[in-house]
């Protein structure tokens, strides 16, 4: 049996862990490292040096390898499968360790907003004890990064997927939306008159950029910037939030 801590590290800023994320990595007796690929190298990177930067005797770290996520069968399906698969490589990696009681994992962001880590975790056998160490969200570095507040007066927000603007559209009492994990730029969907996007990638890290205004003004822009960082650093994080212009 083993307890299982994820911590919420930021979005790439060190500084974003916070003493409470800082004292558990000092706690563990192994961490997980994900590796996923050559041009995403730097995130491990990233990973470690956080580890460095906290402690003085760095824990045992554990690297896997995450899985290829299958796109034929249906998205949810696919999905629930590469997270069978992704428990597999943690359980692995934790075998390869027998004396160790004390794992973690450092999650970017948050462990509860728009991550998979606690869904893979409960698929462990046998289950841990299992621990969420709160972290700086991607939403919560954009607005930050931006001067805005998520909210306005009285009206709610939603948070979503590219996916979910795409295939249905503005939701529907929203005077916001935050629109996470969007590779294809669905804002291009949209009736792009009516609204105004705060966009950003790599929030939080030294490399991050920031776009605002009319989204008919600077969506050729996005589309340009994004496509050019992504190219330059073999991989791209970006967030971006919407505001539906009201009708006067």
């Not at 893979?120 to 841990?128: E, F, G, K």
Request: glycine letters at 8%; charged letters at 25%; a negative charge.
């Amino acid at each position: 049996m083993f307890d299982l801590t994820l911590i919420g590290i930021g979005t790439g800023n060190p500084d974003h862990v916070t003493i409470q994320g800082a004292q558990a990595i000092r706690d563990a007796d192994l961490i997980l490292i994900p590796r996923k690929g050559e041009n995403k190298a730097d995130l491990a990177g990233l990973r470690e040096e956080i580890i460095t930067a906290v402690t003085e005797t760095p824990p045992q770290i554990g690297y896997f390898d995450i899985p290829k996520r299958r796109a034929d069968d249906g998205y949810l399906r696919g999905v629930d499968e590469w997270h069978d698969a992704i428990a597999l490589r943690w359980q692995e990696a934790i075998s390869a360790h027998p004396g160790a009681h004390r794992i973690a994992l450092l999650i970017w962001g948050d462990p509860s907003l728009y991550d998979s880590s606690l869904r893979i975790a409960a698929r462990l056998d046998p289950q841990p004890k299992t621990r969420v160490i709160p972290g700086i969200t991607a939403l919560q570095a954009l607005t930050a990064a931006h001067a805005i507040p998520i909210n306005d007066l009285g009206a709610p927000y939603v948070v979503t997927t590219g996916r979910r603007i795409r295939d249905e559209g503005w939701p529907e009492s929203a005077s916001k939306v935050a629109v996470m994990l969007d590779g294809e730029c669905s804002f291009q969907t949209l009736e792009m008159a009516d609204y105004d996007i705060w966009w950003g990638a790599y929030v939080g890290m030294k490399e991050e950029i920031l776009i605002k205004g009319s989204l008919p003004d600077v969506a050729q822009q996005i589309l340009e910037t994004r496509a050019k960082a992504r190219a330059d650093h073999g991989w791209i994080m970006d967030i971006y939030l919407l505001q539906k212009r009201t009708v006067l």
